[in-house]
């Protein structure tokens, strides 16, 4: 996420393990699960926050929940 790099700095972002699930993307809702260490859970949210565009169409990322382990977090995008 070019985002994360851009607040946090190639190495802080490297160490938060931001991982874009994409195995879990559900493209009919527009839902997935991003993959974040605990320490980094609040970069990650300002980092969705300064997501405007992707492929140059306008987007509004946010976060609708946040889990301890994948299989919870699939509750998030299942409806």
């Known amino acids: 996420m070019d985002s994360?790099?851009?607040l946090m700095g190639e190495l802080e972002a490297a160490k938060a393990g931001i991982t874009v699930m994409h195995d879990r993307w559900d493209n009919q809702s527009q839902k997935g699960i991003i993959k974040v260490g605990t320490k980094h859970l609040k970069h990650l949210s300002a980092s969705?926050?300064?997501i405007t565009?992707?492929?140059g169409k306008k987007v509004t990322?946010?976060?609708?929940?946040v889990s301890g382990t994948l299989k919870?977090?699939?509750?998030y995008i299942a409806g």
Not at 72 to 75: I, Y
Request: no cysteine; proline share 0%; glycine share 12%.
């Open 4 to 6: 994360s790099v851009t």
């Open 72 to 75: 919870k977090a699939g509750k």
């Open 48 to 50: 969705l926050a300064m």
């Open 61 to 65: 990322a946010r976060s609708l929940g």
């Open 53 to 55: 565009s992707i492929q």
